[in-house]
DNA sequence: ATCTGTCCCTGGACGC
DNA sequence: TGCGTCCAGGGACAGA
């Protein structure tokens, strides 16, 4: 699932495939919980417009056009941007693999999942979205105009400070995991890292946010940061869906310590990963290590 | 203001 | 082999 270092390393490799380029038109799906803007005013909106510049907001991608608009994009879940030159088996849902020769499985051919297609005017590779379970977004905000997702988000993750981290947690009785989670105190964490970075910090998830002493928040917040930037160093996570623009795979999810390793040995003490719920997520941690 | 539970979605894993 | 059931979770929202 993209969370801050998907997103930056999606980022960094789409960039060179928007930026300079005149979108000539765009295809979607049909509306749907997935568009914030209708898609029929996201044609309209894109058609003839260049991308200016690619910025990332926490987990959000923002595309700024030459009329000043931007075109805001979530890859929620199972969100995939990618280069129609990409290939990978993991843009292709198993059923439709099976269905295919061998050496047709990693070619992309867009599908009912593939919800934004950019035609662009150079004739080049075309990009797409593709979200098989439709939790990403896509908006499209005119010159100036602001929307209560993007205004809400807090600091991003990867400036996080135990000074901002401990103000946050002041008062706050849910467990700290939860605060990790909570995009308006700092934005880009996801499941995946707020386990990694609490078992690097040594903090169980399940521990009150108010609880923790300023000692505790600067171990955290750096184990935050920590933990991100190697993960955009490695390319990010590919655990079930995640693929880089061009179709590579990251590496993260090999130097992962206890998410998604509920039962297996911890491997710094040995002891067993215990996985709970906390604030309705698959949570992972260490018994003894994480006190 | 904060917190918890529910919901959106669909493929894949698993059990019989 | 094939079907049914459950699970994954980002984030908005409602209600406590």
């Known amino acids: 699932m993209p969370e801050l270092p998907e997103v930056e390393v999606t980022r960094r490799r789409i960039g060179p495939l928007l930026v300079g380029r005149r979108i000539e038109r765009v295809l979607t799906t049909r509306p749907s919980y997935f568009f914030l803007t209708p898609p029929a005013r996201l044609r309209a909106g894109l058609a003839g417009r260049e991308v200016r ?17 931007r075109l805001v994009l979530h890859l929620g879940m199972t969100g995939q941007l990618f280069s129609a030159r990409a290939t990978s088996p993991r843009l292709i849902s ?22 934004l297609r950019l035609v662009f005017a150079d004739g080049g590779p075309e990009v797409f979205f593709r979200d098989v379970r439709k939790f990403g977004k896509v908006l499209l905000l005119r010159r100036g105009q602001s929307h209560p997702r993007i205004d809400r988000l807090g600091i991003d993750a990867l400036e996080l ?3 901002a981290l401990f103000a946050a947690s002041r008062g706050r009785r849910a467990a700290v995991k939860a605060l990790l989670l909570d995009q308006a105190v700092a934005t880009g964490v996801g499941n995946i890292y707020a386990d990694e970075a609490l078992f690097r910090a040594r903090i169980r998830p399940t521990r009150r946010a108010g609880s923790l002493a300023r000692r505790d928040c600067d171990a955290l917040a750096e184990a935050v940061r920590a933990v991100l930037l190697r993960s955009i160093e490695t390319g990010g996570s590919s655990i079930r869906d995640y693929v880089a623009p061009d179709g590579a795979d990251g590496a993260f999810q090999d130097e992962r310590r206890v998410y998604a390793r509920g039962g297996e040995a911890c491997l710094v003490c040995g002891g067993r990963i215990r996985r709970v719920l906390v604030a309705q997520r698959g949570t992972h941690y260490c018994p003894r290590c994480q006190r």
């Open 161 to 163: 400070s135990g000074e």
């Open 94 to 115: 198993a059923g439709a693999r099976s269905a295919l020769h061998p050496e047709e499985q990693l070619r992309f051919e867009p599908d009912a999942h593939t919800h």
């Open 53 to 69: 510049d690619l910025a990332r907001r926490g987990k959000y991608l923002v595309a700024e056009l030459d009329d000043a608009a």
